[in-house]
């Protein structure tokens, strides 16, 4: 079993749809948890970074942690077709500890259409 | 803030030839920085995480000799790639941590092409 599972899609929906993205994960010691977003040829750009569980809103995104399933998600309201990238899930333990690697998920590819 | 920047963008060389990439921290000292490596549809792969002042520590499988890397202030690492390869052809990236938690932030990469 990898450490971080997420479905590569490609997954398509229409402009103003919500996008439900998810990552699975089975190391019980991550502790910071991210999404990434990367458009092509590019280096990913950091969306939202949680530490523990819960829900955390910026704008229309809103990143949700179960650490009791070892489960997150990221949300987006009202895609736009600026929205279609690769979005990466990415994890963590504590600094300076032996979790202290950043595990990437595979990446979900997005396209948003107009 | 918190932006990163890589030197170059894009790179093509023969092979045979060492090539530098630069990764610098703008706005923020960055005690530690990492660098990936990306293939086509692929996630990141860690090669190794530099901190400011003393040796990298590498993934398993990543020759240390091949990429060498230094990180000779909080605001800079370079990744040398030694005597490249056609198989080296790949998108380098670094990123760099701010402080005690694990909030890190890319540079936008670098595309080496060995010829």
């Known amino acids: 079993q990898k450490e971080v599972e997420q479905d590569p899609g490609p997954l398509s929906v229409p402009e103003g749809a919500i996008v439900s993205l998810n990552c699975t994960y089975s190391n019980s010691a991550f502790q910071y948890f991210m999404w990434y977003r990367q458009y092509s040829r590019k280096g990913p750009e950091l969306l939202m970074y949680?530490?523990?569980?819960g829900n955390k809103e910026d704008g229309r995104f809103t990143a949700q942690v179960d650490k009791s399933s070892k489960y997150i998600s990221l949300f987006i309201r009202d895609s736009q077709p600026s929205d279609s990238a690769t979005y990466l899930c990415a994890m963590s333990g504590l600094v300076k500890t032996s979790y202290d690697k950043v595990i990437f998920g595979p990446g979900t590819s997005l396209s948003v259409i107009p | 803030g918190a932006v990163v920047s890589q030197h170059p963008s894009r790179v093509i060389c023969k092979s045979g030839t060492s090539v530098k990439i630069e990764c610098r921290s703008l706005?923020?000292?960055?005690?530690?920085m990492f660098w990936y490596r990306q293939f086509p549809k692929q996630s990141l792969m860690l090669m190794a995480t530099s901190n400011e002042g003393s040796k990298a520590t590498y993934e398993q499988g990543v020759e240390k000799d091949k990429f060498l890397i230094n990180h000779a202030s909080l605001t800079l690492s370079t990744l040398t790639v030694t005597s490249a390869h056609p198989e080296d052809s790949s998108f380098y990236i670094c990123s760099a941590r701010t402080g005690n938690d694990n909030e890190q932030f890319f540079g936008p990469g670098t595309r080496l092409t060995v010829l």
């Open positions: 949680t530490y523990s569980s």
């Open positions: 706005d923020f000292q960055a005690t530690t």
